[in-house]
């Protein structure tokens, strides 16, 4: 019988053993980091306006030159017209530009904006910047696109 017990207490030892060991790997493991934000309408940086983004076509092609669709209200949900908008971006994890220089091109009207000149070149996230001037004053967004 006290064999049995012996045996017994080994077993739980060797369990609580194990169960410290699995809890100090887990704890110190890295933790993995959120990935990018990745939606396609927010609040400008200021607050001053609502942004959406997309392509144009509704598909995102890699290698090739693409139009997308900017498109600018108010907080209020007002299309901001004759608004000034520039464009810049990269791959922030490898530390380049974009390989085209996008502009706005083209008011289709209610707050719409044609970005043309995109081209996404490599898989990997890409940050496209717009500089937006209007009425209501100058704000920025950043989009990101994940190919």
Known sequence: MAS???????????AA???????????TAPQSAPGPDISRSKK???????????????????G?????????????GAPVEGAAISVS??????????PTS???TDYLGEGRYRIEGLKFTM??????????SAA???DTVVFNVVL
């Open 4 to 14: 049995l017990w012996r045996y017994l207490l080994a077993g739980l030892g060797l």
């Open 17 to 27: 053993l194990l169960a410290g060991i699995l809890a100090i790997v887990y704890l």
């Open 44 to 62: 400008t940086a200021n607050g001053l306006f609502v942004a959406s983004f997309q392509p144009e076509r509704g598909i995102i092609k890699q």
């Open 64 to 76: 090739e030159l693409q139009s997308w669709l900017l498109t600018l209200k108010t907080v209020a």
């Open 89 to 98: 971006g990269g791959m922030p994890q490898h530390n380049h530009g974009l």
């Open 102 to 104: 996008p502009q706005a």
């Open 123 to 132: 898989s990997g996230v890409w940050q496209l910047r717009f500089a937006i």
């Open 136 to 138: 209501a004053g100058s």
